[in-house]
């Protein structure tokens, strides 16, 4: 029953596209070879001073530096006062050819492509006349095996939650078998059941899928995410802790995907049973926020294969691994499942819509993107690189094990625990100091989120500025 369904998907289009336009012209498409401080602290002075003039009209706890944007190229970027950084992080994984790349230029040059970022359209009722195209070259070309069918959102939380509704759209349909009844119709106005039905959706510790309302409910890893903020009572499968290193401890980590895995059959039963049936299963392939967590092939292909059993839908969340870090176009290939995820969207119009319903301006940019990737092999690129830099953390790790452990990764898409959090937070501030842009996860990782144009070369300035780092702190 699921197969009639299964052929959807949802994407949040932002985290595959690059957020800043340039100004710059193609013949400046030249990195720096290694980074250069300038100044004694980071921030420097003029980012502080914007910080500071910010903060008087938003909140800007959360700003780190003020990036000159205009100066910043491929995988190096460069602050206001004109610190140049190698930057690991890359926006949170959503540059991926890094600052100011030429094929994107040219695209925003391009006389035909002025009126999609011009008139943005309310995509759902007014698409533009080459919608279908741009969506079967940027995107349908790119889908993950199995599914056939695309919906643009604007934003990772906004893919989520219409992710999460179509679910329930989609278990009502099934639990009606026909049409709706005016008493759906009208309990839903008031929050009633049978109109507004109790489902539930499954989530795991750990997990990050997004800050808004329903999304929310599904988030486990920072408190500072939810406080405050009434939540489902949904229910929360424990996900799988290993111990490193993972050869050493296959009988443990069997174990633990096992407990895990009987843990996912027993809440089922146990929400099925309190009369809020799990509709849908929601799972990062490597949770990113949460700390860089990674459950076996053998945990992921259990997790289908009992959603299968369940009838219950099986949404794989790829906003922060998707479009080729881990090696592959989307990280859940990693796990050759049998059936394909059931990111599952509906066809039926203003049920699953917003205004913009994302940008058609963004496909274009995403188009090149695309096009890249292929024209210069990429993907298999960044294993080539991911692999070299694994190595090269677990030399390191070899090297300093008092204060860093648990090297683990696919592709580039990468992570380190500290010791502490503490230790973590200090050497961040001090790779920063020593050239390196970079971001934790979780409550003692350092995580790696390059761009896809990040090579050997840049992993071994990272690599000695990290061992510079590592010796400072
Ligand atoms: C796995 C995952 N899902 C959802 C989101 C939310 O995306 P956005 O910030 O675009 O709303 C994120 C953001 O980092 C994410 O990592």
Redesign the pocket.
Known sequence: MLNRVRSNLIF?G??LLPQFLPTRSNSSYVEPNEPNILTKSIPGPESVRLSTLLGQVQNSGAVQLFVDYDRSVGNYLVDVDGNTFLDIYSQ?SSVPLGYNHPSLISALHDPKNVSAFINRPALGILPPKDFIEKLQSALMSVAPPGLNEVQTMA????S?ENALKAVCFWRRNIERGGEVAELDMSTCLTNQAPGSPHLSIMSFTGS???RTFGALSCTHSKAIHKLDVPAFDWPIADYPKYIFPLEENKEFNKREDDRCLAMVEDLIEQYHRKGCPVAGMIV?PIQ??GGDNHGSVYYYQQLRKICTKNQIAFII?E??TGCGPTGKFWAHEHFNFETAPDIVTFNKPYRIFNTWLGDPAKLVLLEQVVKEIKKENLLSKITETGDHLLNGLNDTQAQFPNYIMNARGRGTFCAIDFKTPELRDKAIKRLHLNGVHCGGSGTASLRFRTTLTFNKNHANIFLDRFNRTLKEL
């Open positions: 949040g932002y985290r949170i934003c990772g939380s906004c989520v990050f899928h997004g990062e990113g926020e969340d906003v922060q």
